[in-house]
C-alpha cells in the first residue's frame, strides 16, 4: 500500500487516504468542534503560532489545524490524486 502524504504547512504532512474533511474555523459549530477535540486530547495543532485558516478532520476523529487555506490543501490533495492515478506509471 502506498501512503501518500499532504504538505499542510511548515514541513507538515498529512496521510491523503486518512482525510475526511478539510473546512474553514469560521463558523461557531467548527469552534465548537475543536474546543471539544482540545479538551478530548485529540487536536493536533500544527500552526505553529499562526492563525488558523483550515481545519482538517481525519478517519481516527483527529482534528489537524492548520495556517493554510483550505482551497489549498484541497488543491495540494487533488493534485496528487491526479498526479498518481496517471496511466502513464
Known amino acids: 500500500m ?7 504547512g511548515f514541513g507538515n504532512m498529512v496521510a491523503a487516504n486518512r482525510i475526511v474533511a478539510i473546512v ?29 485558516r483550515a ?9 489537524i489545524l492548520s495556517a493554510v487555506q483550505p482551497e489549498t490543501v484541497a488543491h495540494r490533495l487533488n ?6 492515478n496517471d496511466p502513464e506509471e
Open 79 to 84: 493534485s496528487k490524486e491526479t498526479a498518481n
Open 24 to 52: 474553514s474555523p469560521e463558523s461557531a459549530p467548527i469552534k465548537r468542534i475543536i474546543q471539544e477535540s482540545r479538551e478530548r486530547g485529540t487536536l493536533i495543532d500544527a500552526t505553529y503560532g499562526r492563525r488558523t
Open 2 to 8: 502506498d501512503i501518500k502524504l499532504i504538505n499542510i
Open 55 to 63: 481545519v482538517i478532520i481525519v478517519d481516527s476523529l483527529h482534528l
